[in-house]
């Protein structure tokens, strides 16, 4: 039972990964939640290309069950733009892609179990305030009339929209150039070795990648990142069809492999790849997952970080709701031990996706041209210095890079 007159000692907005995975921790440990989505059902449509490292679940302690996994992932498949090909099989690539759909389902279901009440259809449309403090929310019910639930605790789970989180105060509204703008196809049939694929080139995908993610069944993701800032509606840019469904299109036509496939599912999106939010948290509320902006930059995935920050924000939140302290003071813990942790990484990630983006075709080539299976394996190790003489010795201009890489 929520405590002082609330309905609930959190809401959770967003039933995504981020949000499922805070529900279940606060309902766990007993506090009363209410997880809301505006989806009709949970999981669907899918707007995702599925990947999932193993390293980070695994030491999450989350066990996917198999309904949720649609094929396990050995290794990586890059290709640069000369069409040089790497392949790398280690225990770092090892993953898996999803069956979306089913993965958020069961996230949602494990929040259930645990005793917190998730409803479906439910959209949040404003924040409800008493003597001006976040106390609650406005939702609505599709076809129902609005109405306000209270609570001391509000989590925006709210994924790249994250309008509440804006009327809150937080900065969720994206520049374009930190922003990818994407195109996917589900497709079948497409013969694969388990491998993900991912494909550069500036002609294949300015400032992005394709990406191939099998799945069960003859099935893959294939699908297309690129600068928002490239893409065609910026009519004077001089740069030639940069519209991620042409260029995928383009991709698909000239595969043999693929263009006779089918396309099961057809969707477009957008990511974020720029820096997390400067603030995640303030007096009553915590913005977590995408809607802070913790996606990784280099490739857009969101996953991984949404599940790591319902986590750590769960830990900061069941505290909160134990002592009655909802200040934004008590609520930065969560905040604090994200950017010591994987707020670093994010943070050398930005750095080298600044640095990638201003390299050519031509440097792109050269790396491919060098670098070995057995030099990522080092590179993983932190053993650098073998690989970056290697580099280095054909193109020094390139110590830029290598030492974004590094550092
Ligand atoms: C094309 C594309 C491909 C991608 N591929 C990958 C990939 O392969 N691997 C990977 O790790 N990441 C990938 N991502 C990113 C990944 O999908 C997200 O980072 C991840 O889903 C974030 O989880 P989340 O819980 O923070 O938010 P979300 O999963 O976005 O969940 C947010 C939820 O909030 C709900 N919501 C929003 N506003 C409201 C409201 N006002 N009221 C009620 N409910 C609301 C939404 O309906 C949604 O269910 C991809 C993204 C795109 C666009």
């Known amino acids: 039972m929520a405590k002082n007159g609330y309905d609930y000692d959190a809401i959770i907005i967003g039933a995504g990964p981020a949000g499922s995975t805070i529900a279940r921790l606060l309902a766990q440990n007993g506090k009363d939640v209410l997880v809301i989505d505006k989806r009709k059902d949970i999981g669907s449509p899918v707007r995702c290309g599925e990947g999932l490292g193993q390293r980070e679940v695994v030491a999450m302690g989350l066990d996917l069950p198999k309904e949720v996994i649609s094929t396990p992932i050995v290794g990586a498949k890059v290709v640069g733009p000369n069409g040089k090909e790497i392949v790398w099989r280690s225990k770092d690539t090892n993953g898996w892609v999803l069956e979306r759909k089913m993965f958020d389902k069961w996230l949602a279901e494990l929040a259930v179990h645990k005793g917190a009440e998730v409803r479906a259809y439910t959209r949040a449309v404003d924040l409800v305030k008493k003597d001006g403090k976040i106390n609650g929310v406005r939702m ?98 001089g740069i030639m069809g940069a519209d991620p469904k042409i260029l995928l299109d383009d991709f698909i036509a000239k595969n043999p492999k693929l263009r006779d496939a089918s396309t099961l599912v057809d969707f477009g999106g957008v990511i974020s790849v720029g820096a997390p939010l400067d603030k995640f948290v303030d007096d009553n509320i915590m913005v977590i997952g995408t809607a802070a902006k913790q996606v990784d930059p280099i490739h857009g995935g969101g996953i991984a970080l949404a599940l790591e920050a319902g986590v750590m924000a769960a ?14 003071q008590k609520l930065f813990e969560y905040e604090k031990v994200w950017r010591a942790g994987p707020g670093k990484k994010v ?61």
């Open 140 to 237: 609505e019910k599709y076809g129902s009339d609005a109405h306000d639930v209270t609570a001391p605790l509000v989590i925006s789970a709210e994924g790249m929209e994250a309008h509440i989180a804006r009327k809150a105060g937080f900065k969720t509204v994206h520049n374009l150039y930190d922003v990818d703008t994407c195109y996917q196809y589900e497709m079948q049939e497409y013969e694969h070795e388990n491998l993900i694929e991912l494909y550069f080139g500036n002609n294949v995908a300015p400032r992005g990648y394709v990406w191939i993610f099998p799945k069960k069944d003859k099935k893959a993701n294939v699908g297309i990142g690129i600068g928002a800032n490239l893409a065609k509606w910026k009519k004077n840019s």
């Open 347 to 407: 943070e050398k990630r930005l750095l080298l996706r600044k640095v990638l983006e201003n390299m050519s075709d031509d440097d792109f080539n050269h790396i491919f041209n060098t670098v070995t299976q057995q030099d990522l394996d080092l590179v993983m190790q932190g053993k650098f210095a073998g690989p970056v003489a290697k580099v280095l010795a054909g193109r020094p201009q390139l110590m830029g890079v290598l030492k974004a890489l590094i550092s």
């Open 315 to 328: 830990k900061v939140a069941n505290e909160a709701i134990e002592k009655g302290d909802f200040s934004k």
